[in-house]
């Protein structure tokens, strides 16, 4: 366990409070168990999804700096537990860095409009982190390791990062953008096996979803087959908007591809919070479409029921 108590501005979004209401629990759970302080920035508002840049950059980087100076002004890093947050986030803080710099009014602009509406200022001393690697660089695989109370072994996890995790920011300190492992080793840590495939760094195919939803099912449709033909028992995902695609809308994603695939999709928060023994129903693991029960099983637990959870 880590010298000293960490503690993060947590940034848990719109779709953990919503449509994956079962991350936001299991991130809780997770930060119990391993004695996690999350401050949560109920003032934070969405940080957009990448839709904001496409009518105003100036509005994607205004809105996000609020949300980092939020965190700031407690003094502890931003922890955000979705890699489409962790991108947009992330990215805008790279951004108006480098504008501290070598833009210096595009920063006062941003703090202009911020100070205009009686929000604080950035001041670039803060990071962005998701919860991968804050479980990663700062909890530490030992650590975790030794916090283990139920063995996922011979659980076959195929990691999902999708694209935003990995490709958004320039600079990725915990891990390689296109050969990536930090999950994989996250995954041997807690006792399961970790399944490779080539669809793993890969989008999910959400962002196609409201214009094209037969490409983006298709997209999501190869990405499940791969990892079933590579002998996954479960698709674990980073990121809510990926879980959604993935999970919630399988069986529409089965009726463009015109096969059955029946793959539980796990959150990454509800992987590692079995294996320190937390109860399924904690985690919310009936929350979810397509069932859990093989995942469960598989672990020497009895399935849930669908509803189960209190909401």
Known sequence: MPAETLRYAYFPGCVAQGACRELYQSTAALAEALQIELVELKKASCCGSGTFKEDSQLLEDTVNARNIALAEQLQLPLLTHCSTCQGVIGRVDERLKDAQYN???YLNQVNGLLTQ??????QGNGEVKHLLWAL??????????AKVKRSLSGLKC???YGCYLLRTQRHLPYDDPYHPESMENLFRAVGATPIYYRGRTQCCGWPLSSYATTQAFQMAG???QE????GADCLVTPCPLCHLNLDSRQPEVEKVIGQSLGLPVLHLSQLVALALGIDPQRLGLDRHIVST???LRKLGLSPLSKGTLES
């Open 103 to 105: 833009d210096p009014a």
């Open 222 to 224: 190869t990405h499940i």
């Open 293 to 295: 029960a093989s995942v």
């Open 136 to 145: 990663v660089g700062d909890y530490g695989l030992e650590a975790i390791q």
């Open 227 to 230: 990892a079933l033909a590579a």
């Open 158 to 160: 195929a990691a999902f």
């Open 117 to 122: 509406q009686g929000c604080l200022p950035y």
